[in-house]
């Protein structure tokens, strides 16, 4: 069974910068066989769509609230994707989850919609202070 293990959530200014990861094991695949993405839930607020990845890692595509000011990674040989945050602002305050999904019909294919992915990690949270 694959398992998501985000860290690096914390407290910052605003302004400030932060860089999530999330490492996946388990699974009968390679790590390069899963797109990803990245989705924040704040308070009262339903989850909502951050970054995506392709499974070739060659295509990305962010929501517009965070473009320019985030960008996420990986590194194949650590199993690891990342999101790097810079210019945080509060209204990114949010617990942040990382998601895989099982394979995709193309290597450059991405996915946006939480229903499209098959694994979830716990979250990690983000608290932007003004």
């Known amino acids: 069974q694959v398992q998501l293990v985000e860290s690096g959530g914390g407290l910052v200014q605003a302004g400030g910068s932060l860089r999530l990861a999330c490492e996946l094991s388990?699974?009968?695949?390679?790590?390069?066989?899963?797109?990803m993405g990245w989705f924040r839930q704040a308070p009262g607020k339903e989850r909502e769509f951050v970054a995506a990845?392709?499974?070739?890692?060659?295509?990305?595509r962010y929501t517009d609230s965070v473009k320019g000011r985030f960008t996420m990674s990986r590194d194949i040989a650590k199993n690891t994707v990342y999101l790097h945050m810079n210019n945080l602002k509060p209204k990114d305050t949010a617990a942040y989850f990382c998601?895989?999904?099982?394979?995709?019909?193309?290597?450059?294919?991405?996915?946006?919609?939480?229903?499209?992915?098959?694994?979830w990690g716990e979250g990690t949270q983000v608290t932007v202070s003004s």
């Open positions: 998601a895989a999904k099982r394979g995709g019909i193309a290597s450059t294919e991405f996915y946006t919609g939480a229903n499209k992915y098959d694994y």
């Open positions: 990845m392709s499974r070739s890692g060659g295509v990305t």
């Open positions: 388990g699974g009968t695949f390679s790590f390069s066989w899963y797109p």
